[in-house]
């Protein structure tokens, strides 16, 4: 990844993941996400469309800060039940979204128990 995107990805907590259909309509979503090692790792719930897509094609970009914001052409993958991802995005979205954590954590963290989340 270039070092001017990992600067942009420092200075923004979220970032708007596009995804297309198979017809080739994009869909972009705002998502909560960390970086490890120079890649980006988030967390959605299995039967989301996003995950489909991503399942389906790989195909996805990220768009820093806002939806028309620096653009990154991605290849998307599923991790699925590794456990070292698993804690690290738990570590850092305690951190990093601290006062929507207390909202959202919880049910992040009983999705991952119940393997409901990749």
């Not at 070092?3 to 200075?11: E, G, T």
């Not at 596009?18 to 979503?29: E, I, M, R």
């Not at 601290?98 to 009983?110: K, M, S």
């Amino acid at each position: 990844m270039p070092s001017d995107a990992f600067d942009a990805l420092r200075r923004t907590k979220t970032v708007y993941l596009t995804t297309w259909s198979a017809s080739g309509k994009p869909g972009t979503v705002p998502i909560w996400f960390f970086e490890h090692r120079g890649r980006i790792y988030f967390c959605s719930q299995r039967d989301t469309l996003k995950v489909r897509r991503i399942r389906r094609s790989g195909r996805a970009a990220l768009n820093v800060g806002r939806r028309t914001g620096p653009q990154l052409t991605c290849i998307a993958r599923i991790v699925d039940n590794d456990p070292e991802v698993q804690q690290l995005l738990l570590q850092t979205y305690r951190r990093r979204y601290r006062f929507r954590w207390l909202f959202l954590g919880p049910r992040i963290q009983r999705a991952f128990e119940r393997d409901e989340e990749v």
